[in-house]
């Protein structure tokens, strides 16, 4: 049987390039092994057509629901997406006729990450029985094959990258980096959504009983995407649809903001929904001793202090230096970690009500925010971001602190 051209492109926010003969023999960035892009290309032409090509073909048929057949495909383009630290990322989008179908494939050449994309595999299966949940993507296939592994995963299509920019000498805003179409800056209304489900979505993964979390992420690495469509002037703050509103506080004065529900247009022209690309771990982040555990009330509140700094931690252009998000971070960090509550069917068992745990936070005064918020900061001692965090803690902690008092 005729098998499907395969086309070789590399990503970047102008456009895909093509690959150019005289720098294949180049190194993946950020690989201390020195692999070559040409090894890289026909390592993956290999994992992809390998079994005549039926590891593709399952993966075609799960995804859309509909048997497929090689004869279904008409070419394949492989794009070189991005380089990490454990693993070097491109997409595979197969031409199925007068439609495609895309996937993401993890390439992992060192060790460390060889052990997690074998990791995640398992992790996404297990996450995706339990919640059944979209925010993740679906793992179809794992596979070792030239000292290498590989991860076929579900591609998050129209989902881009967003990072905190300069706007000039002492200004910053998120920017959104649409490879194909550019960069753009961020309305605050679009940050703050972006941030409200990012923390939603990483509370309602959050294990209640085990203390288990989706970590480590950083916003530097990308880990988080964002789709917005059809984005034509949506009204700044303050606006209201309907009485459902959430609030951003802005020093002491309240402003509302419209949230978004997924598929919603929430008084917007414009639609926005957040994935998370990668599930590194799912571990209790703090070790507590078997003979002394802690309430799950004060496990729950570590989480949401650890999920408040980390959520404030970027990069400049996801590549500079270390960068801190703005206190509106905060205001919508807190709101998507309340909505996450609202969707856990375990939350009175374990932790009480809602209302009373939003109680006891309400209940702390500056200095014992701060007190708290210090433990939960030397969590992150052994990493780049700890003096930055140490920078702006105790402004952080008088943040929340507001930020609470002034919740719903």
């Not at 771990?281 to 507590?288: A, D, L, M, Q, T």
């Amino acid at each position: 049987m005729k098998r499907p051209p395969i086309r070789y492109l590399v990503a970047s926010p102008s456009g895909d390039a093509t690959i150019d003969e005289g720098k294949l023999d180049y190194p993946l960035e950020g690989d201390p092994l020195k692999t070559s892009y040409r090894e890289y290309f026909l390592a993956i032409a290999d994992f992809l057509s390998g079994n005549d090509f039926q590891r593709l073909l399952q993966a075609i048929t799960a995804m859309s629901g509909a048997h497929a057949e090689l004869s279904n495909i008409g070419e394949i383009i492989v794009r070189s997406e991005k380089h990490g630290a454990l693993s070097h990322p491109a997409s595979i989008e197969c031409i199925l006729g007068a439609y495609s179908v895309k996937f993401g494939l993890h390439v992992a050449v060192i060790d460390a990450g060889k052990d997690s994309l074998q990791r995640e595999f398992t992790t996404l299966k297990m996450l995706h029985s339990r919640f059944n949940l979209p925010y993740i993507p679906v793992p179809y296939v794992l596979h070792e094959m030239h000292s290498m592994v590989f991860l076929l995963e579900e591609w998050f299509d129209g989902y881009h990258e967003f990072h905190i920019s300069r706007t000039g000498p002492d200004g910053q805003q998120l920017k959104l980096w649409e490879f194909g179409h550019g960069e753009r800056f961020l309305t605050p209304a679009q940050v703050f959504e972006i941030y409200r489900q990012a923390a939603k979505i990483l509370t309602i993964y959050y294990d209640l009983r085990e203390y288990r979390l989706i970590y480590p992420w950083h916003h530097a690495a990308g880990d988080f995407v964002v789709k917005i469509d059809e984005d034509i002037n949506p009204p700044a703050p303050p606006f209201k649809k309907g009485g459902d509103h959430f609030n951003l506080f802005v020093k002491d004065n309240v402003q509302e903001i419209p949230t978004l529900a997924k598929g919603d247009e929430g008084g917007f022209s414009e639609k926005i929904d957040v994935r998370l690309t990668t599930v590194r771990g799912y571990e209790p982040f703090i070790r507590f001793d078997e003979t002394d555990m802690p309430h799950p009330a004060l496990a729950l509140f570590y989480f949401f202090l650890h999920l408040s700094i980390q959520m404030r931690l970027d990069k400049l252009d996801g590549v500079g230096e270390r960068a801190w998000a703005a206190d509106s971070c905060v205001d919508a960090t807190v709101t998507g970690f309340f909505e996450g509550l609202e969707v856990k069917s375990d939350i009175s068992e374990c932790c009480g009500s809602i209302r009373s745990f939003l109680g006891l936070l309400q209940s702390f005064t500056k200095d014992e925010m701060i007190r708290t918020c210090v433990p939960i900061a030397e969590q992150f001692e052994k990493t780049k971001d700890y003096p930055l965090i140490q920078k702006h803690l105790r402004d952080h902690a008088d943040r929340l602190y507001l930020t609470l008092r002034n919740f719903p």
